[in-house]
C-alpha cells in the first residue's frame, strides 16, 4: 500500500471520517484545495458583500488556497463555523461536502486551478465568489453534472502535485 509524505495510506482517505475528525493526519503543507459540495435543491443565500445568490441543485467546486497549511485551513470545514469569515462559510452549513481535493505546494496554485474549472465544459461560474483578492471571476463554480467536471487526476496532473490527495465523503 503506497503512503503519501505525511504517512497516510490511501485506502485510509477513502473516509473523510477517518481523515477529518483528526486534522493532524492531514497534510500540514501549504497548497490548494478544491472543495466539491452538492446542493440539492433551489436556494437563495445571502453571501456577504456579493449579496443574495440563487444557487441551483447539482454540484460546485470551490478553489481555495491554503498558504498557512492545508490542516488548518481545511479542518474547520467539517466542524461547525462559529464565525463566518469567508464566502465559502455561508456554503458550509446548508451543502453537503462531497469530495475535497488538497494539493501540497509552496507555491499558490488556486488561480490556476480555478481558471482550469472554468474552461470546463459545463461550469458555470459564481461571479465574484471567493475572488475578491485575486483577477479571477469566480472560485466557486456549479456543475449540473458531477461528470462534466474534471478529474481529480486530471487536475493533478496539470498541477504536477504528485503528493495530491483526494478524500471522497462516502
Known sequence: MSKNPDGLSLKSLKRVEQTVLNPQKLPKKPGSYVLILKNSRVQTLTVRRLGQ?????????????AMGGLSKRTSRYFKPIQKPHWHIDVLIPVFKISSLYLFPSDTRQECQTARLLLQAPGATPIMGFGSTDCHCPSHLFHFADLKKMPPFRKIKGILNCRDAVEISNP
Open 53 to 65: 445568490i440563487t444557487f441551483h441543485a447539482g454540484f460546485y467546486a470551490y478553489v481555495g488556497s
